[in-house]
């Protein structure tokens, strides 16, 4: 019988939540990510560092739907 796998989705979490939970977490090359130690490769949360950036405020002029 086949195994089906399913694309775990990723969760983006602060850098300091990876440093807290440092002890139960494992970094998995193949993901590019951070898994549950022992049990991460079927079960649990993927963990990404969140490293999006914030967007700053625009004080500038707003252009969208400016008429030409």
Excluded: C
């Amino acid at each position: 019988m086949a195994e089906i796998r399913r694309r775990r989705r990723r969760r983006y979490v602060s850098h300091w939540a990876l440093v807290a939970l440092r002890p139960v977490l494992r970094y998995s090359p193949t993901r590019d990510a951070y898994v549950l130690r022992f049990i991460g490769r079927r079960l649990g949360p993927v963990l990404r560092r969140d490293r999006r950036r914030r967007e700053r405020a625009f004080n500038g002029a707003e252009r969208r739907r400016a008429a030409a």
